[in-house]
């Protein structure tokens, strides 16, 4: 294997675990399964999950869905407020598949309603904490959006879609939990004025450990087909369960500052960092590549800055006097989404 450039590794077998546990946890609530695609943004990956016999996906965006419809994902989800300047393509879009976006404002409901031809799924988003979009709980709107559907031959409602964005900030099982039941006792309220009406769940957190996974009628993780650092932190997999490495030069050898630079910077990695109470930022974990494999996270090793090419990567002085210009070097990415997004143009899947 010849690395001349930044490059995703993505460990399949890791993968294809990864995937077969949260099928698992979810057939074990009878829930339905709709991974989010955003993390990966892959077709073959999306094949891993076809394999397995995933046939309902969620993406993040227009372009998304156009791009997993092509290679043939027909039962979608578009977890994005609608983005009224799309509506052509969303149209396009709702006449070859089963298409279902969501919507937090009775005045998009209502535009919408004007113009479409072709059947689709409106999910309502529902603010459970995270407070980037989606109405409260007891927003009088819901009732005025849910008649507006139902009153279009076109447009059904499929339920209320809720993501725990703030379980990314969590730090363990209890806290992860607290917010779950907070959600769950707000949804109640709605599941008993519109009954049948889906409850729709979806941050990888959650879903790798909470024991209220039960209580949701669909699930639509994303980040758990690779994991990354910043899960490992908050506690939703083992190190192990990481399934995605950066692999990057080592450009330059500094013993006397115990550093090494790479050719992997921040438009490679993202600026994303884990922050510690000391001012401390860390960017990513550093692990070898020998035999085209990564090994085990480096001992006191880290990347501990980023500019736009370049990584600095902090090494003790007996590990860095092992590495020389030409080496190629693993990152452990903080955030799996958003290094595989900027490197999807150039992965190996092994």
């Not at 024991?211 to 910043?230: A, I, Q, S």
């Not at 494999?293 to 600095?312: A, N, R």
Request: proline share 3%; with cysteine; glycine share 8%.
């Amino acid at each position: 294997m010849r690395i001349s450039e930044p490059t995703l590794l993505i460990n399949k077998s890791k993968v294809e675990k990864n995937i077969d546990k949260m099928i698992g946890r979810a057939k074990k609530c009878d829930t339905i399964f709709r991974p989010h695609f955003k993390t990966h943004q892959s077709i073959a990956i999306g094949e891993v999950f076809r394999e397995k016999g995933v046939d309902k996906i969620t993406v993040s965006s227009v372009a998304m869905a156009e791009f997993f419809a092509e290679a043939g994902w027909g039962d979608i989800t578009i977890a994005f407020p609608l983005n009224l300047a799309e509506l052509d393509k969303i149209y396009a879009l709702a006449k070859k598949i089963n298409l279902n976006i969501l919507v937090d404002s009775l005045y998009s409901i209502n535009f919408l309603s004007k113009y479409i031809t072709h059947s689709l799924g409106v999910f309502i988003k529902i603010d459970i904490g995270y407070h980037r979009c989606g109405l409260d709980f007891d927003n009088e709107d819901i009732m005025k959006i849910i008649d507006t559907i139902n009153k279009h031959k076109h447009l059904f409602f499929c339920g209320f879609l809720g993501h725990a964005g703030q379980n990314y900030n969590a730090r363990g099982k209890h806290e992860i939990e607290q917010n779950v039941l907070r959600a769950i006792e707000q949804f109640e309220d709605l599941r008993k004025k519109f009954p049948g009406a889906l409850i729709s769940w979806g941050d990888t957190p959650s879903c790798s450990i909470s024991e209220n996974l039960g209580y949701f009628d669909e699930l639509r993780p994303g980040n758990f087909v690779y994991y990354d650092v910043m899960q490992y932190h908050i506690g939703s997999c083992d190190m192990e369960e990481i399934a995605v490495t950066v692999l990057c030069p080592v450009v330059s050898v500094n013993v006397s500052r115990s550093e090494l630079v790479i050719y992997g910077g921040s438009v490679h990695l993202s600026k994303e960092f884990i922050a510690a109470d000391n001012n401390f930022k860390l960017f990513g974990y550093v692990t070898r590549f020998e035999n085209n494999k990564c090994g085990k996270p480096l001992p006191g090793t880290y990347v501990s800055s980023l500019s736009q090419e370049h990584g600095i990567i902090k090494m003790p002085q007996e590990l860095i006097r092992t590495f020389n210009p030409g080496d190629i070097i693993g990152i452990l990415p903080i955030h799996s989404c958003l290094s595989a997004n900027l490197l999807k143009n150039n992965m190996i899947i092994r």
